[in-house]
């Protein structure tokens, strides 16, 4: 089992919709969550940063983690054309830094 | 505006023949890290700088070499490019390795990435 699973599947949305991506996870210890935006062709940037469970609101993205289920997801309301990215979760322990990402999830909002 | 930047963005080689990919930040963060990313793929960690500590991942294959001269500049070298090695290489910097009680410390900064293309 992989430690983070994220379906890379690309999702297509009108503009205006609410996009919904998840990732879950199989370490126990993974303390910090994060969501990067990664533009075709360009390095990820940092979306959304937590630490432990709960949720984190930052204008039209949500991100929610519930460490008792290993899961964590990241909302985007009023999605708009300049959202269509992919959208990678990453996560890491107390002890060190090395990022467990996912795959990343396409995704494109139409006009 | 205070950044990572990598050069060059795109790099053509032929197999076997020796690349380099450089790294700079104005950031003034201590780790800095080289990342391979492969289509649809994701990000996989090659190595770190802590410093000057040198941190090698374990499946990290010898063909990937890194020097780090100053707190500003990394290197990434590919001493015999192979096929499977044309991927997207990410540069990335933190303040820290670890939280240490100071948040975001851990957060990772990249830059634009550096496209490897061999034939």
């Known amino acids: 089992q992989k430690e983070v699973e994220q379906d890379p599947g690309p999702l297509s949305v009108p503009e205006g919709a609410i996009v919904s991506l998840n990732c879950t996870y199989s370490n126990s210890a993974f303390q910090y969550f994060m969501w990067y935006r990664q533009y075709s062709r360009k390095g990820p940037e940092l979306l959304m940063y937590?630490?432990?469970?709960g949720n984190k609101e930052d204008g039209r993205f949500t991100a929610q983690v519930d460490k008792s289920s290993k899961y964590i997801s990241l909302f985007i309301r009023d999605s708009q054309p300049s959202d269509s990215a992919t959208y990678l979760c990453a996560m890491s322990g107390r002890g060190n830094n090395r990022l467990a990402f996912g795959k990343g999830n396409q995704v494109v909002v139409i006009p | 505006d205070a950044m990572v930047i990598q050069n060059p963005r795109y790099q053509v080689t032929q197999f076997g023949k020796p690349v380099t990919l450089s790294c700079s930040q104005t950031l003034n963060h201590n780790v800095m890290y080289w990342y391979q990313q492969k289509s649809s793929q994701a990000p996989k960690l090659l190595f770190h700088?802590?410093?000057?500590?040198?941190?090698n991942e374990a499946d990290t294959p010898d063909n990937f070499q890194s020097r780090r001269p100053n707190t500003s500049f990394c290197f990434l070298d590919i001493r015999s490019p192979g096929l499977g090695d044309a991927a997207m290489y990410l540069c990335a910097t933190s303040r820290d390795f670890v939280d240490r009680g100071a948040p975001g410390a851990n957060v990772l900064t990249f830059g634009a990435g550096s496209r490897l293309t061999v034939l």
């Open positions: 937590t630490y432990s469970s």
């Open positions: 700088y802590y410093d000057k500590d040198f941190n």
